[in-house]
T-cell receptor, first 114, second 115 residues
Framework: QKEVEQNSGPLSVPEGAIASLNCTYS??????FFWYRQYSGKSPELIMS????GDKEDGRFTAQLNKASQYVSLLIRDSQPSDSATYLC??????????????FGPGTRLSVLP | DTEVTQTPKHLVMGMTNKKSLKCEQH?????MYWYKQKAKKPPELMFV???????INESVPSRFSPECPNSSLLNLHLHALQPEDSALYLC??????????????FGPGTRLTVL
């Protein structure tokens, strides 16, 4: 059973701080990793994808991947109250049957306090 | 057009009703997905269509019946549902299916309530 784990939170940070969200995965064969943001009652929105070890930056968001440690993280700089949401980590890993499988972690609820 | 649309936004149905959910994308994506999401849980995969053919059925009860009329459209037909089927039903699409670097894009979802 392929697993993706995240702290459920809530993670509370003050406005303007850096929020750090973490995700670990069980399958060393996993090749691609995604962060989705989901506001309450809404659908998941893709905010970052990362495929190679290291950092990938997009605006206030930085995704970090360490395949040796099977760890992927998302940093949100200058956190705003509008960043308050659940952040879902998703991992795409190879399977014999279907070629690939997309597995979501349980999500971390982030609360940015004004 | 870079979005996935879903109709209706909300649906309330009785256990004896038959209804359908609709999903549409015009991004030229060849894989489309149905997910079910309960409150405070991640999305759970139900079905995958690749090139209009059903590729994955994750042991979903037969009261859910998917249909892919063409490469842009995906339907989910509902019949004799149970109250525990109440959830947010999400449609997603991706450029391809058998691709480890696929990004999936979600529609806004249909909030289904079964009475």
């Amino acid at each position: 059973q392929k697993e993706v784990e995240q702290n459920s939170g809530p993670l509370s940070v003050p406005e303007g701080a850096i929020a750090s969200l973490n995700c670990t995965y069980s399958d060393r064969g996993s090749q691609s990793f995604f962060w989705y943001r989901q506001y309450s009652g809404k659908s998941p929105e893709l905010i970052m994808s990362i495929y190679s070890n290291g950092d990938k930056e997009d605006g206030r968001f930085t995704a970090q991947l360490n395949k040796a440690s099977q760890y992927v993280s998302l940093l949100i700089r200058d956190s705003q109250p509008s960043d308050s949401a659940t952040y879902l980590c998703a991992v795409n890993y190879p399977t014999d049957n279907y070629g690939q499988n997309f597995v979501f972690g349980p999500g971390t609820r982030l609360s940015v306090l004004p | 057009d870079t979005e996935v649309t879903q109709t209706p936004k909300h649906l309330v149905m009785g256990m004896t009703n038959k209804k359908s959910l609709k999903c549409e994308q015009h991004m030229g994506h060849r894989a489309m997905y149905w997910y079910k999401q309960k409150a405070k849980k991640p999305p759970e995969l139900m079905f995958v269509y690749s090139y209009e053919k059903l590729s994955i059925n994750e042991s979903v009860p037969s009261r859910f019946s998917p249909e892919c009329p063409n490469s842009s459209l995906l339907n989910l037909h509902l019949h004799a549902l149970q109250p525990e089927d109440s959830a947010l039903y999400l449609c997603a699409s991706s450029p391809r299916f058998r691709d480890l670097y696929n990004e999936q894009f979600f529609g806004p979802g249909t909030r289904l309530t079964v009475l």
